[in-house]
């Protein structure tokens, strides 16, 4: 199987490389967020707070001195944790670890504070950038402690990614983000389906999961040379099956699905939703349009996921569409690649590929968020991860960065990101001018 460059593809090579580095054709994860979609994922970030002059200090340090080692390590405990998402002990570990950072300048937003003693803390957002294009990509607590010298340093700073605010993000600037990476176009995946999710109540919600995959719809429109769509749904809804012929009729929208498994709430051990699934799938496949899944059961709903799961999606769900592509995102994990369902998961991938399973024929996988959610990766972490990505095939393998906001990188930080694994020039390469059937 080959995911080569067609003859179209090639007018692309003249920006697969910049400054003499490869960069991605494609991005294939990409998201676009409407400001009603924002509305009801969004809440209300935290007021800023004044801090005493003692911590004041510290924090306003903590992003001047981020390029400088000598100083960073003054605002370090010998012996400070750092949990970003890696578990990191002491002070020279910490200070290499901030300092080879692939994030992007940001300083530290305070919320709260509390000093008793020698000992206290800092709650505040990460925030990056400044003024109108200020943003919270995540939450940061510093606990502090006073040493024999009577200054403040930080014992241990836990860096959360999330969603504190996001703004918009439209087609223009998904446009300008592709530009400023050297990357030619993205696959955008509708997000009506948070409109659906398990976890909230939305009034009128399968009109304002249609408006959603419209609103998706006439943003990519603009940009047809460089955008290409896929429909977003629940497939547990009852509208789901409405929603897929309604999008397979649209210009737009026809080229493919978007499914988010912990989004919405699907268990792997219940019967009728792998059976409702399987209806998805089956419709999907009689239009002819390639899904991308996130396959990560829901982790607040605390349901089951890792190696039984997956022989589930590919011995009852896959069979359900054995014409169209299907794309895995995120490496069949939620982003990062710390928890180790993650990896149990796409275990069992690697191995129908090696077996030369005839279901997983038409399979791809993105790499969306697998590397850059922290301040580095370890050797160990990195090993595996290139590991997995030669069992399952090269030519398999989708670059992606996810929707730049809540803690994603940009896609020209993510692809930087993403060379810190341990593959040849050749192998980045190979990725790098993948181009999937459902982007010819």
Same mark, same amino acid.
């Given at each position: 199987?080959?995911?080569?460059?067609?003859?179209?593809?090639?007018?692309?090579?003249?920006?697969?490389?910049?400054?003499?580095?490869?960069?991605?054709?494609?991005?294939?994860?990409?998201?676009?967020?409407?400001?009603?979609?924002?509305?009801?994922?969004?809440?209300?970030?935290? &007021?800023?707070?004044?801090?005493?002059?003692?911590?004041?200090?510290?924090?306003?340090?903590?992003?001047?001195?981020?390029? %400088?080692?000598?100083?960073?390590?003054?605002?370090?405990?010998?012996?400070?944790?750092?949990?970003?998402?890696?578990?990191?002990?002491?002070?020279?570990?910490?200070?290499?670890?901030?300092?080879?950072?692939?994030?992007?300048?940001?300083?530290?937003? &305070?919320?709260?504070?509390?000093?008793?003693?020698?000992?206290?803390?800092?709650?505040?957002?990460?925030?990056?950038?400044?003024?109108?294009?200020?943003?919270?990509?995540?939450?940061?607590?510093?606990?502090?402690?006073?040493?024999?010298?009577?200054?403040?340093?930080?014992?241990?700073?836990?860096?959360?990614?999330?969603?504190?605010?996001?703004?918009?993000?439209?087609?223009?600037?998904?446009?300008?983000?592709?530009?400023?990476?050297?990357?030619?176009?993205?696959?955008?995946?509708?997000?009506?389906?948070?409109?659906?999710?398990?976890?909230?109540?939305?009034?009128?919600?399968?009109?304002?999961?249609?408006?959603?995959?419209?609103?998706?719809?006439?943003?990519?429109?603009?940009?047809?040379?460089?955008?290409?769509?896929?429909?977003?749904?629940?497939? $547990?809804?009852?509208?789901?099956?409405?929603?897929?012929?309604?999008?397979?009729?649209? &210009?737009? $929208?026809?080229?493919?699905?978007?499914?988010?498994?912990? %989004?919405?709430?699907?268990?792997?051990?219940?019967?009728?939703?792998?059976?409702?699934?399987?209806?998805?799938?089956?419709?999907? %496949?009689?239009?002819?349009?390639?899904?991308?899944?996130?396959?990560?059961?829901?982790?607040?709903?605390?349901?089951?996921?890792?190696?039984?799961?997956?022989?589930?999606?590919?011995?009852?769900?896959?069979?359900?569409?054995?014409?169209?592509?299907?794309?895995?995102?995120?490496?069949?994990?939620?982003?990062?690649?710390?928890?180790?369902?993650?990896?149990?998961?796409?275990?069992?991938?690697?191995?129908?590929?090696?077996?030369?399973?005839?279901?997983?024929?038409?399979?791809?996988?993105?790499?969306?968020?697998?590397?850059?959610?922290?301040?580095?990766?370890?050797?160990?972490?990195?090993?595996?991860?290139?590991?997995?990505?030669?069992?399952?095939?090269?030519?398999?393998?989708?670059?992606?960065?996810?929707?730049?906001?809540?803690? %994603?990188?940009? &896609?020209?930080?993510?692809?930087?990101?993403?060379?810190?694994?341990?593959?040849?020039?050749?192998?980045?390469?190979?990725?790098?001018?993948?181009?999937?059937?459902?982007?010819?």
């Amino acid at each position: 199987m080959s995911l080569r460059l067609s003859v179209s593809a090639l007018p692309f090579l003249a920006l697969c490389a910049v400054n003499g580095q490869t960069r991605p054709l494609i991005d294939y994860h990409q998201h676009l967020f409407s400001p009603a979609a924002v509305a009801l994922v969004s809440p209300k970030p935290l &007021p800023p707070v004044d801090l005493p002059p003692e911590l004041d200090t510290l924090v306003q340090a903590w992003s001047r001195d981020a390029g %400088n080692p000598a100083r960073l390590r003054d605002l370090y405990t010998e012996d400070v944790w750092l949990v970003q998402p890696d578990w990191i002990r002491g002070r020279d570990l910490v200070v290499a670890a901030r300092t080879r950072s692939t994030r992007s300048p940001a300083h530290l937003t &305070p919320v709260g504070w509390s000093l008793d003693g020698s000992s206290g803390y800092v709650t505040a957002y990460r925030t990056e950038g400044v003024g109108d294009s200020a943003r919270h990509v995540g939450e940061v607590l510093l606990s502090v402690r006073k040493g024999p010298d009577a200054r403040w340093r930080i014992a241990a700073e836990t860096f959360t990614p999330g969603l504190p605010s996001i703004k918009p993000i439209s087609a223009s600037d998904l446009i300008a983000l592709l530009d400023a990476a050297g990357i030619r176009r993205a696959l955008v995946l509708s997000v009506a389906y948070t409109f659906g999710a398990a976890n909230r109540t939305v009034e009128n919600e399968y009109e304002k999961v249609k408006a959603e995959n419209d609103w998706t719809s006439q943003q990519v429109a603009r940009y047809p040379d460089r955008l290409r769509a896929f429909c977003g749904v629940n497939p $547990l809804k009852d509208y789901a099956l409405d929603e897929l012929a309604r999008c397979a009729k649209d &210009p737009q $929208l026809h080229f493919g699905l978007k499914l988010h498994i912990g %989004n919405s709430g699907v268990d792997y051990h219940n019967a009728q939703h792998i059976e409702q699934l399987r209806r998805v799938f089956r419709v999907a %496949n009689d239009h002819r349009m390639p899904i991308v899944v996130h396959m990560r059961a829901s982790i607040s709903r605390q349901l089951a996921y890792g190696r039984d799961e997956a022989r589930i999606f590919v011995n009852e769900v896959l069979p359900a569409a054995p014409d169209i592509p299907v794309q895995i995102a995120h490496l069949a994990g939620a982003g990062g690649y710390d928890d180790p369902t993650t990896d149990d998961a796409l275990a069992v991938f690697a191995d129908a590929v090696a077996k030369h399973d005839p279901r997983a024929r038409h399979l791809y996988f993105d790499v969306s968020t697998v590397v850059g959610s922290g301040l580095g990766i370890s050797v160990a972490k990195a090993d595996l991860i290139a590991r997995r990505i030669r069992q399952i095939g090269l030519d398999r393998v989708l670059f992606g960065s996810d929707a730049a906001t809540g803690g %994603n990188l940009a &896609p020209r930080e993510a692809w930087a990101a993403f060379r810190q694994l341990p593959l040849t020039d050749a192998e980045f390469r190979t990725i790098a001018n993948n181009v999937a059937p459902y982007m010819r």
